[in-house]
């Protein structure tokens, strides 16, 4: 729920809503996007593409973190049944959000177990 919930945040991040300590600076700012080829649109997408980027690859740094540890660490049956389960969760986020290549890798890993 929570990797979802933010996703849905970053779907509806728009840079127009956006603050700044200084509202001239604010203004200037969504001019120069505003002028922009595509605007805010365009630049919503942008933001919203790299920010989505930068999620993944922080979670698929956490699933090959947890599947080093568990593979050094924790051999116990329950600590990789845990990590089959968060690969199988994180599949699902990427599954969620249309990132089907994604989401086979982190399922394969969670089925290997």
Do not use: P
């Amino acid at each position: 729920k929570g990797l979802d919930a933010l996703y849905e945040a970053l779907a509806s991040t728009k840079v127009q809503d956006g603050k700044a300590s200084v509202e001239a600076d604010r203004q200037h700012i969504l001019a120069l996007v505003e002028a922009q080829d595509g605007g805010y649109m365009a630049t919503n997408v942008l933001v919203n593409m790299r920010l989505r980027a930068w999620v993944r690859s922080v979670l698929e740094d956490l699933v090959k973190k947890k599947g080093t540890k568990v593979e050094t660490q924790g051999r116990t049956e329950a600590d990789q049944l845990a990590y089959a389960r968060f690969c199988s969760k994180v599949g699902s986020v990427f599954y969620s959000n249309g990132e089907y290549d994604a989401a086979l890798v982190e399922y394969r890993k969670a089925l290997a177990i």
